[in-house]
Structures are given as structure tokens and as C-alpha cells.
């Protein structure tokens, strides 16, 4: 796309501190768990992006990217046709931003500047309008807080087939003691295995797969009550009253960046 290369490879090696590349991928594109020599942008400016780490699970919709260090291994999957517009940094030119996989807000003169990247030429002119433009944008991307929509993976055996369980099918009547008796486990072992392992409760847990699904389905179009109805809540005014709770804002307005 805008005659540059497709190939994520093509991009580790350059000699300049960003790289840019446009992909238009289509709903339920998955590329399998891979690694970069470079840190990476994960953004798409349509759609939904769901990213996988040995650290769990990121859900991001075009108003925010998930940062992935150098040298970490992720697979992602798209909800949504997905206008993926990412970037691919030197370690020592993002030092602004965290050693650990983390979501980015990405407000609009960001996200401008993303897409203007991925229309430069990859070995630019460091000195002149497109260098300004890079130099602009490493300044921009820097960690700005956002309520994330996080799963973070437990180690244990038992929690981790518990929880696959409660991604498959999140809108099973997942109580604690339902929980506890599907991992064989007491309701006071799960909570207290599940904080350890996660750092949340299992209630805290089950809300926040509840909403990747909603995020993951209301970006491929589906409407907000077909969503409601499939987790279990009485009425959408019930289930975007937890999305507001959740997430500081509704369904909506997620999605516009409102």
C-alpha cells in the first residue's frame, strides 16, 4: 500500500528510528505469534484489534493502539475490516514509553500523524518535512492513561482452562461458585488463586471478557442489543450502563473516540 512494503520484515532493519506500514486486513484476519528486532504501534483506524501476549489478552478499537516492546512474541486478530496502520521503532528512539506490552491513547493529531507516516518513504530525509513529521510523532506517542480492556493470563492450569472456558462462552452465569466448581476448586481457593495469578477477582475477570466480546462482536456491526442479549443482560440500558462503569463512556462513543 502507497507503493511500500507489506512485509513486516522489511521494516526492522531500516535506517531511520520510525518505520510505517499501511495493511487493509478483513474481519477475522489472524496472524499467528510472531516477533520484531523493533518495538511496534499496533493501531488500526477501523475496527477492532485484538492483540495476544504471554501476558494476556488487548482489546483496542481505532482511539487507541497496543504497544508491544522489541523482541516480544504476539499474534493478533481483527474484528471488523481493520485499516492497520502500525509503526515499527528503535528500542532507544521509545524510550517514552514502557518495557511491557501496554494500550496508548491515540487522540486525533496522532492518529494523523500515523497515517502520514505511512505515506512517507521508508528511508526518508531525516533533515527535512518528513523527518519533522517523525521527530513530531515520537514526541506524540507517549503513555497517556485510558481504562484498557485487559485479560491477563494465569499460569495455573486450573485458571488457565477456566478461563478459556469463560472466553468461550461469556455469557454463561459465570458466579463465583459456579466458577470455583468448574476448576474444582473452593469459592475462597479461586479467589484467592485467581488475585494471585491475575491480580483480579474472578468477578473482575468474567466482566472484562464479557466486554472484549462485546467490543470484539459491536465492531464487526453487530447491535448493541443482539450484544446484550448474548451476555445475559435484561436490557442494553443494563449491559451499557457496565460498558459506561467499565470503561468511562458507551459503546457508541467507544468506537467514535467521544
Not at 20 to 31: C, Q, S, T, V, Y
Not at 102 to 108: A, I, L
Not at 228 to 241: D, E, I, N, R
Request: hydrophobic share 40%; proline share 10%.
Amino acid at each position: 500500500m502507497y507503493g511500500k512494503s507489506e512485509d513486516r520484515d522489511d521494516y526492522q532493519r531500516v535506517p531511520r528510528p520510525v518505520a510505517a506500514m499501511a495493511r487493509d486486513l478483513p474481519d477475522g484476519h489472524h496472524i499467528p505469534g510472531h516477533r520484531h528486532l523493533r518495538a511496534q504501534l499496533i493501531y488500526g483506524t477501523t475496527g477492532a484489534i485484538s492483540v495476544a501476549t504471554g501476558h494476556g489478552v488487548w482489546v483496542v478499537p481505532a482511539t487507541r493502539g497496543v504497544w508491544v516492546p522489541a523482541g516480544l512474541t504476539h499474534a493478533m486478530t481483527c474484528a471488523g475490516a481493520v485499516a492497520m496502520r502500525t509503526l515499527y521503532i528503535e528500542p532507544q528512539s521509545a524510550w517514552r514509553l514502557p518495557d511491557a506490552p501496554t494500550v496508548v491513547s491515540v487522540p486525533p493529531l496522532l492518529r494523523e500523524l500515523i497515517d502520514e507516516a505511512t505515506r512517507i518513504p521508508v528511508e526518508y530525509d531525516v533533515r527535512g518535512r518528513d523527518g519533522t513529521v517523525m521527530d513530531l510523532l515520537l514526541h506524540e506517542l507517549a503513555p497517556r492513561p485510558v481504562p484498557a480492556l485487559h485479560l491477563p493470563a494465569p499460569d495455573d492450569p486450573r485458571l488457565h482452562d477456566l478461563c478459556a472456558a469463560i472466553r468461550r462462552s461469556p455469557g454463561e452465569d459465570w458466579t463465583t461458585p459456579n466458577a470455583a466448581a468448574r476448576a474444582h476448586l473452593s469459592p475462597r481457593s479461586l479467589h484467592r488463586r485467581f488475585a494471585a495469578a491475575t491480580g483480579m477477582s474472578p468477578a473482575r475477570w468474567v466482566q472484562q471478557a464479557r466486554l472484549v466480546h462485546a467490543v470484539t462482536l459491536l465492531a464487526r456491526g453487530t447491535p448493541v442489543t443482539s450484544v446484550a442479549t448474548g451476555l445475559g443482560y435484561a436490557t442494553p440500558s443494563a449491559f451499557t450502563a457496565m460498558f459506561r462503569r467499565a470503561l468511562g463512556t458507551t459503546p457508541s462513543a467507544y468506537f467514535a473516540g467521544v
